[in-house]
């Protein structure tokens, strides 16, 4: 919006927008933690086990388990995949309005003023996704390994950072 219509951004992004989007953020965070919270009350561990990792992931946790987590893994990959693809397919629409707007513009410093803005966001979205993906997609192969515990970092220190 602030890059395809200036003009129209107070009116666009208005507060009432704002605070909607947050509660939503909130609410669908809440209910994803609180699911997955009841279900963990479900499994149960055999012994104590370090986690080798930077903070205590859920698809850690569930490697320890000694029960049946068959539906626990279901609803992590489902969930997480929604959670994961709405947002970025909404990103992937504004990054291809944003491109085929930017290539309308006549200035050549315009565009370079446009692109460099929309180049970091874009890496760190990038940078973001990646890692995320990678530390759930493969949380089964490895339960301790060393990249997943830098992919966790990444995504959960250096992203916000940046």
Known sequence: VAICHPLYYRVIVNPRLCGLLVLVSWFLSLS???IQSLLMLQV???TSW???HFYCELAQV???????????YILLYVVTGLLDFVPFSGILFSYTQIVSYILRISSTDGKHK???TCGSHLFVVSL?????????????????SWWGMVASVMY???TPML
């Open 50 to 52: 370090v986690i080798q």
């Open 44 to 46: 149960s561990f055999c």
């Open 156 to 158: 959960t220190v250096v």
């Open 114 to 116: 446009a692109f460099s």
């Open 62 to 72: 569930l490697t320890l388990t000694c029960s049946d987590t068959h539906v626990n």
């Open 32 to 34: 994803y933690s609180l």
């Open 128 to 144: 973001f996704y990646g890692t995320g993906l990678g530390v759930y997609l493969s949380s089964n192969a490895s339960s301790s």
